[in-house]
T-cell receptor, first 115, second 111 residues
Framework: AQSVTQLGSHVSVSEGALVLLRCNYS??????LFWYVQYPNQGLQLLLK??????LVKGINGFEAEFKKSETSFHLTKPSAHMSDAAEYFC?????????????FGPGTSLSVIP | DADVTQTPRNRITKTGKRIMLECSQT?????MYWYRQDPGLGLRLIYY???????NKGEISDGYSVSRQAQAKFSLSLESAIPNQTALYFC??????????FGDGTRLSIL
């Protein structure tokens, strides 16, 4: 079975500062991992995904995430926060391609960017 | 135009009423999903469908039913709505090997 935890339901950063959103997962099989972003009054959009290729994954809008098997982590980072990054971020896991449809979402982290 | 369209976007109704939420897509994907989103719980899968003849229960299907009327249409029904079904509902699609594409959601309030 798979599960996801996200440390911090709310994170605030100053504009231009590093963004770090934490995600830890558990999986009984090699996982596929995802980060999604949700802007107000919209559905989720995929930021990036890990599918057992490179451990450092680059996504849209300058975000990247590193898969660390030893730490069972997939933290999301961005070197310099923009005001437009304020949104809800969800980490998600599935048990690989064969169970891709059974994507389990974390509870989400709300990111605020302070001018 | 949106690839995944949900109607209505907002609905307020009373306990015991039957409610239908509709989803249509123009992406040509075979797979469609219904999720509900609650604060602090993320998204939880209600039902999913691999094609018109294949419908499956998700994590929290009790109190819900679905209908896949065509490849492009997947509707969610609450036969007798109750207040704890108040939530934000999302429809999504995928072609099985690509990220799921989400609609903009339906905010449902049950009084």
């Amino acid at each position: 079975a798979q599960s996801v935890t996200q440390l911090g339901s709310h994170v605030s950063v100053s504009e231009g500062a590093l963004v770090l959103l934490r995600c830890n997962y558990s999986s009984s099989v090699p996982p596929y991992l995802f980060w999604y972003v949700q802007y107000p009054n919209q559905g989720l959009q995929l930021l990036l995904k890990y599918t057992s290729a490179a451990t450092l994954v680059k996504g849209i809008n300058g975000f990247e995430a590193e898969f660390k098997k030893s730490e069972t982590s997939f933290h999301l980072t961005k070197p310099s926060a923009h005001m437009s990054d304020a949104a809800e971020y969800f980490c998600a896991v599935s048990g690989g391609k064969t169970s891709y449809d059974k994507v389990i979402f974390g509870p989400g982290t709300s990111l605020s960017v302070i001018p | 135009d949106a690839d995944v369209t949900q109607t209505p976007r907002n609905r307020i109704t009373k306990t015991g009423k039957r409610i239908m939420l509709e989803c249509s897509q123009t992406k040509g994907h075979d797979r469609m999903y219904w999720y509900r989103q609650d604060p602090g719980l993320g998204l939880r899968l209600i039902y999913y469908s691999f094609d018109v003849k294949d419908i499956n229960k998700g994590e929290i299907s009790d109190g819900y039913s679905v209908s896949r009327q065509a490849q492009a249409k997947f509707s969610l029904s609450l036969e007798s709505a109750i207040p704890n079904q108040t939530a934000l509902y999302f429809c999504a699609t995928s072609d099985g090997d690509r990220p799921q594409h989400f609609g903009d959601g339906t905010r449902l309030s049950i009084l």
